[in-house]
């Protein structure tokens, strides 16, 4: 009889949302365990075999220098490692801190900040080693976190399309809610995946999905000034879940 796959789950500086969909999956996760053997997943349990493991999903950006030498053992230890979401993918939230400096955070944040140790920039798995592929979201999409697993058991490319979040608005028919109310949306330079769900409750995409490939950041950033966003207001939007990608977006 033929092993089954082994897969991993790490995680690094976040907030679990993503390992979360994963455990989310129930009915699937059920049929998933059927299939692959989960050799290592702290969240949902505290067995773990050991590697090496044909599957690893990483979860989390790198914040400090001991997760900067840990994420290579992963990759030692990985025959597949794809990422996951938007700290893994972008450098997450917490990335803000790359745009002042840390040691002023340090010294707010913490009662003792001598116990502290931290790298002055949060940055995506793909700054320290290499990865076979990014799944965006803050959280990830459970639809494609599944079509990524299957497609690396079966030696595939994942079907993930890079269009954008306005393409989901069309097939989901959603009225724009940027040319019917004049509210502001992230919509067409973010990486489809949600199905479009902001909109379809009548409220702009705020980009959680990251930028789409080729994103146009020049025109969007037109069309949210004719709204009425002052250069302080666009850049806000676009400093959230996804900081350094929509930044290097915008600078092209
Ligand atoms: S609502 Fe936003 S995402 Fe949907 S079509 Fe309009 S601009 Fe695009
Ligand atoms: S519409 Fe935009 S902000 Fe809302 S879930 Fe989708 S990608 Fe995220």
Known sequence: MSRKPKIAVWKFASCDGCQLSLLD????????AGEVEIAYFLEASRATVRGPYDLS???????????????????????????IGACATAGGVQAL??????????????ASPDYIST?????????????????HGCPISKRQLLEVITAFLHGRRPGIPSTSVCMECKRRG????????????????????????CPAYNRGCYGCFGPMETP?????????????MGDRAVDRVFRTFNVTAFEEARRG
């Open 25 to 32: 999956c129930e009915d699937e996760l059920l049929t998933l």
């Open 57 to 83: 999903l990483v979860e989390g950006s790198v914040t400090t220098p001991h997760d900067a030498e840990r994420i290579k053992q992963v990759r030692r230890a990985s025959r597949r490692l794809v990422t």
């Open 174 to 197: 959603n009225v724009c809610v940027m040319v019917a109310h004049g509210t502001p949306c992230l919509g067409p330079v973010t990486h489809a995946g949600c199905g479009a769900i």
């Open 216 to 228: 146009n950041t020049v025109s969007l950033t037109k069309q949210l000034k004719v709204l009425g």
């Open 97 to 110: 801190k790359n745009f002042a400096d840390v040691e002023d955070f340090v010294s707010i944040v913490y």
């Open 119 to 135: 790298l002055e920039a949060s940055t995506p798995i793909s700054a320290h080693v290499p990865v076979d592929f990014e799944l």
